[in-house]
């Protein structure tokens, strides 16, 4: 019974959170890619619930805003991880041997091309195509921080400092 008020509860707190989004753009259609913005900062991807949520709230059918959320590249349908580490896979990068950085984080995280998220939801890796820095390739951006002429033990390092200052923070 304890569990079922608490997930009860959890899911009220989960579209309150949602409603006070909407609420701010006025329930318009017209602010449907803000509104998903929005929507995927707080919770780090769109789930189906969520899409359909949003949907129903703003007045237009669920395809609708399932064909914005596919269209753009910046809306993921997945969970992702608190730390985003992206790696540059551009020209400039791949010629200095971006593939052997991401196979190290590929390991050192128990990750894959088919599994690109941690099951404890701190890491995502992503390749992209280009980052803008072909001077410091390779080049990795984690969350913000952007790491230059990266080498995979670096990378790993950079890891490793990351899941320290989880730890300490709990």
Known sequence: MQETMETTQAM??????VNKILEKNNYSEARLIPILQEVQAVYKYLSK??????AT?????PSRVYGVATFYAHFSLQPKGRHIIKLCDGTACHVKKSHGI????Y???NLSADKRTTDDLLFTIETVSCLGACG???VMVVDEDVYGQVTPEQACEVVDKLIAGEKAAK
Request: proline share 7%.
């Open 12 to 17: 009220i707190d989960h579209l309150a959170a």
């Open 49 to 54: 619930d969520m899409i359909s949520y949003v």
């Open 57 to 61: 709230s703003i007045g237009v059918p």
């Open 102 to 105: 991401l196979n190290a984080l």
């Open 107 to 109: 390991e050192k995280l």
């Open 136 to 138: 410091l390739a390779p």
